[in-house]
């Protein structure tokens, strides 16, 4: 090579080498601004250095992309307290920003928007305030956005309804007022829309059933009004509309049906009537009322010619109805008949679990039969590909038709409780034995198939004494829904027996105290021991409110694996809670994932709960354990009937349980062996 060609090849490398390292600096300055407003009194971001590279990996939820190039931001639950800043724009490859859970406040840079690589963006579950920026819609690649559970205030920008991409938009429990955009309806990937907990009034926009994927309508607690589109019963129970008083509809149970009344322009929710809809009052409808404007004499002449066809199609569908209605019933009388002769009868006793599994292999009992709406079949063997036959969960599969009639089609009557993914109901299977439903729906499970089949093997396969048993389980795409059906545990959780007032509930005894932390123990050590799973089954979860008593008052955990069939947004709902009670190890902050370790400073918390009786576990009990000053600890109604000896070794597991070093707690195995040599005798006073 001659020395002009060399000397241009090397000032070429040369540019290049300085050109990436400009590209680099000007993304490492925005990270050290962001780093500034993120964490301004830098607790939780130390990692971030000015003379540092974002792409080695020291950078903590920094990932860089192939061309060096930071991609992704992921800061979740990281205790952040500053606010986001607007030099986020200058990270032009950023595909995701994850900043959920955590303390943020201001508002939201609108300069977000110039994100224009960005699919997801959590900013969830924070102390966000402020209107949402009407710029987002400008963000074309924009899959998911996750606002709520923050103070954002204002209307709903109509901008929103530009992002083709958007399948999941989220903005329950903020202060949002007005109308719902029918621009909304133009979302045509859109699977998910929650708009619950806020104060929107007016109608809901018919144009919202043209959103051909909507899978999920949230619209609870707000001031809505107005008839109900039609079209949105297409979506079962994914459209829910509760506590939303001046709602109406045909259709749509413990709705009312609507009345026709005059339009009142002084109102701010429109209640709109056949003499409502003059030229003058359009104006005065907000943008999601369903009316069509037309002129004062169209409608005056057209009203009679409309309700004398109303009264004609009225009587013909009242006789076409009638002889439909009679048909229905007795095809549904016939089947029904063909169902029980082919199935057994339970009237004169309960079938055991074996005897069920043994009866589905030679009837087609609705005991064991999956409902597979749309083609989705998470046992498929030949697409799920994992290595073991359907018939390994086959005594475990349940039929919508028992799931639903259970729990008479899921009345609130039988409501057990609910939470940000899942809703739990007391059901009566048909061979008379008591079970709690819990419906999950889809989209808080696993999206592939694969992952979701390994979760309910997992969910199938745990079978211990200090477990709730799982007795199967249902899934319907046609419903999208999925319902785990578990053995009904009589006594209530733990979290009954704690905080009790003067003369009410059960005071549990010493023995039965002790028994109930042994039994906690058991289960936890089962999961972290089980052979079959590498790494260590964790439970994630481990609270007094998963901790369930039986008759016996015997401990259950209760949701055990329920994180391997749940999607990780599902999972990280749970994560705040457990953070406000205490039971959220303090390493998950800084690693951001659970141990077995996790599990056991949960398990600590929950014997300091057991030991004086009290929900909340405030630092002089944690500081009376770690000095072994029991005595500060205990519970006052247990009127000092207790072992001195046994509480003091209980407060000690709980201390060392409760280390804020990973490493310096113990393994559950350890622990039941220290807890097997406890007796269980009463003492007496002391």
Known sequence: MGLVPLFVFFFICQAFVSLRTVCGNAELKVLMEMK?????????????????????????????????????????????????????????????????????????????????????????????????????GNMGSLQVLQLCCNQLNGSIPT????????????????????????????????TRLDLSFNQLFGSI???????????????????LSGRIPSALKGLTEGFRYGNNTDLCGVGFPLLRACKSIAFDPSKPEPSLGPQSTTTNNVKSIPQSANVEPCSEANCTKSSKKTRAIAVLIGVIAAMGGGAIAGLIAFTWHRRRIQKVGSTFDVSDGRLSTDQARDLSRRSASPLICLEYSNGWDPLADARSGVGFSRELLQGFIFNLE?????????????????NNFASTYRGILRDGSVVAVKCINMTSCKTEEVECLKGLKILTSLQHENLVRLRGFC????????????????NGSLSHYLDLKEDTGRVLDWSTRVSIIKGIAKGIDYLHSNRQYKPPLVHQNISAEKVLINQQFNPLLADSGLHKLLADDAVFSTLKASAAKGYLAPEYTTVGRFTEKSDVYAFGVIILQILSGKRQIDHSMRSGAECGKFEDLMDGKLLGKFSELEAMKLAKIASVCTNEV???RPTMEIIVEELSQFSLAIAEPV
């Open 205 to 223: 926009p018919a144009k919202l059933s043209e959103a051909s994927q909507l899978e999920v309508l949230d619209v609870r607690n707000n001031s």
């Open 159 to 190: 901008q929103l309804g530009s992002l083709k991409k958007l399948s999941v938009l989220a903005l329950q429990q903020n202060r949002l007022k007005g109308a719902i955009p029918a621009a909304l309806g133009d979302l045509s990937s859109l």
């Open 662 to 664: 990973p490493d310096q």
């Open 402 to 418: 028992e799931v639903e009639s259970s729990t008479q089609h899921l009345s609130e009557v039988n409501l057990l409780g609910k």
């Open 475 to 490: 899934c319907s795409n046609g419903r999208g829904e999925c319902f785990l059906i578990y053995d009904f545990v009589e």
């Open 36 to 136: 500034g407003s993120l964490d301004p009194e830098n607790q939780f971001l130390s990692s971030w250095m000015e003379d540092g590279d974002p792409c080695s990996g020291s950078f903590e939820g920094v990932a860089c992309n192939e061309h060096g190039k930071v991609a992704n931001i992921s800061l979740v639950g990281r205790g952040l307290s500053g606010s986001v800043p607007p030099s986020v724009s200058g990270l032009k490859c950023l595909s995701g920003l994850f900043l959920h859970y955590n303390s943020l406040k201001g508002e939201i840079p609108k300069e977000i928007s110039y994100l224009s690589e960005l699919s997801d963006l959590y900013l969830n579950v924070n102390n966000l305030s402020g209107r949402i920026p009407a710029e987002l």
